[in-house]
């Protein structure tokens, strides 16, 4: 039996390039036709974050609490937005996305929530934290510019700006593309700066990406009964934290960060 191919649902030209929905069965995801996916759902099951990246971008929650307040730094299609709005309803969230194309898209393809727990602002995020009236637990960034990591990220300015919108026990998930190792360290070493070391990353192989998380303050320790700590964590969440911290422990040298 063939396959029944992905069709186009949607596609735009924009000032940040040729927007695209596609769908195949119940998969539906957008990318901006460069071979990249930026965002995909699972339409009936919104409990379910199909990307790696995104699950990876909530491993932070290994050493924090709850988040109560989120915000998203580059929103795409909103899948966090929305997997938050259905596996965790009482959870706050601002998703900052300069695009008005790609707002929309969120919001008439991707199920982005509508209502008093989740807006969408159109809107530079390098202005959004200027003047942001909130404090949040967990900040999510995640913005590439031709598939890499726009160098204003990393600037001391805009992570010192955010370190300020975090409570006392947040953090921030920053995804780092880069082309080298170089490169990486370079970047690393701006966020260690500004967050007092208090960092750890999380590679995905088969993937370019890396995750830094970077607290606010010292975070809560793993507990001793680490196994059944991330069981519970997995059952609640759906996210595959035993291995996130498996990679972590092989990503993160003693007494680097947080480790």
């Keep these: 039996m063939s396959q029944f191919p992905p069709h186009l649902v949607f596609e735009q030209q924009s000032g940040e390039g040729d927007v695209r929905v596609w769908q ?3 998969r539906r995801w957008l990318d901006f036709n460069d071979g990249l996916v930026q965002s995909e759902i699972i339409l009936n099951n919104p409990e379910i974050l199909p990307l790696p ?4 971008m909530l491993a932070g929650i290994l050493f924090a609490e709850m988040p109560k307040r989120v915000l998203l730094a580059g929103t795409g299609g909103g899948a966090t937005a929305r997997y938050f709005d259905n596996c965790f309803p009482d959870v706050v969230g601002d998703a900052v996305e300069k695009s008005e194309v ?23 995020i390098v202005d959004y934290v200027q003047h942001c009236p909130y404090k949040y637990d967990l900040i999510i960034i995640d913005i590439a510019i031709e598939q890499k990591t726009p160098e204003w990220i990393i600037e001391r300015e805009f992570l010192k700006q ?12 920053l995804n780092l593309l880069v082309d080298d190792g ?3 360290m370079h970047s690393l070493s701006a966020v260690r700066e500004v967050f007092d070391r208090q960092t750890a990353c999380l590679s995905l192989p088969n993937y370019r990406n890396t995750v830094i998380f970077a607290f606010n303050n010292t975070p809560q320790n793993i507990p001793k009964e680490v196994d059944e700590y991330l069981a519970s964590l997995e059952a609640s969440w759906g996210v595959e934290f035993g291995e996130f911290y498996q990679q972590m422990l092989k990503d993160n040298p003693h007494h680097s960060g947080v480790f």
Excluded: K
């Design 182 to 184: 170089n490169a990486f």
């Design 102 to 124: 790609v707002a929309e898209v969120a919001r008439d393809y991707f199920e982005f929530p509508v209502g008093n727990n989740w807006q969408i602002h159109t809107e530079d």
């Design 53 to 56: 990246l995104n699950r990876a």
């Design 24 to 26: 195949q069965y119940d």
């Design 162 to 173: 955010c370190r300020s919108l975090l409570t006392d026990n947040g953090h921030v998930a």
